[in-house]
């Protein structure tokens, strides 16, 4: 057999292979639960806030044991109620991008398939803005690289069928396993006075995604 018929058995295994994963593609939102705490600083007088959620879209490919992800995540905390009313007081808002790569093992049990799910996220910062339009990565007392996060996750979800299509809810864990022995805080400067925002090292995110499988 020449070269040429082998290449294109090759071909057509790697194809019939990809097909066996059982390729599906989908999106969806998520409520990521990892307080981040944003203070300002106003004449002396400091506002304290705690964020605990931030919203996240997400979309996915599934390869039936792989998970590739992209998702935009958003976060926004008010060091007053009247941050948006008031010349002094802001609110901080925090945007970024995601991306994923997870294994997972599903159980089929008929209409649905419970899953396993072990992963690694990276998260780059986007933006540090309050709602007044000062760009407060700008001015951070550090490398901006400082606002990017690792997180490694865990945890479980399920897949409900309906014919090709599929819901998905799933629930992760994760943890940032550079920040032990790091500093989460970082320090900005505003033009009425410096604002301070402190990341989370831990988090827990809900997701309800849906999909189609190809």
């Not at 057999?1 to 994963?21: D, E, H, Q, T, Y």
């Not at 032990?180 to 090292?201: E, F, N, Q, Y």
Request: charged share 15%.
């Amino acid at each position: 057999m020449g070269s040429r018929p082998l290449a294109a058995l090759a071909m057509m295994l790697c194809a019939a292979g990809a097909f066996g994963l059982g390729l599906s593609y989908g999106g969806g939102g998520s409520f990521n639960i990892s307080p981040v705490t944003f203070s300002g600083t106003y004449s002396s007088v400091t506002e304290e806030v705690t964020s605990h959620v931030s919203l996240v879209s997400r979309q996915f490919l599934d390869a039936t044991y792989f998970v590739l992800e992209i998702g935009y995540a958003l976060n926004r905390g008010s060091t007053e109620p009247t941050a948006a009313a008031t010349s002094s007081a802001f609110a901080a808002v925090l945007t970024g991008v995601s991306f994923g790569a997870s294994l997972k093992y599903p159980f089929d049990l008929g209409p649905v398939a419970l899953f396993p799910i072990v992963g690694v996220e990276y998260v780059r910062n986007l933006s540090y803005t309050d709602d007044k339009g000062n760009d407060l990565k700008h001015t951070l007392a550090g490398p901006r690289s400082a606002l990017d996060e690792l997180w490694l996750k865990g945890g479980a979800g399920l897949d409900i069928y309906v014919g090709p299509i599929f819901l998905r809810p799933l629930v992760e864990a994760g943890f940032k396993p550079l920040s032990a022995g790091s500093s989460s805080s970082w320090t900005s400067t505003h033009p009425t006075g410096s604002t301070t925002i402190t990341l989370g090292s831990f988090t827990v995110e809900i997701s309800l995604l849906f999909g189609v499988r190809f």
